[in-house]
C-alpha cells in the first residue's frame, strides 16, 4: 500500500477489496475457500467467478431474445394461414 495515497499498487487488488466488502461472509469464505484449493488468489477467483457469470447472463438474454423472434414468426406464420 503507498503511504501516499492508500490504496494498493495493483488496481484489481484495490477493486476487489472494495468489492469483497460487498460479499456476504458466506461468499467471502467460499472465495477463501476456492483460492487456496485452487491456488490462485482471491482476487482471481472473484474475477473469473464474475466473468463468468456475466457470460451466462449474455447468454441467457440472447437466448431470450432468439425466442421471443420465434415465437413472433410463429404468431405471423398462424396468422397468415388462419389459424
Known sequence: MSRRTGFYAKESVVCYTKNMQLLDKKLQQKIKTASKKLGVSEGDVLNRAVSTYLGEMS??????KELRFWDMLSANTMRKHGF
Open 59 to 64: 447468454n441467457a438474454a440472447q437466448l431470450k
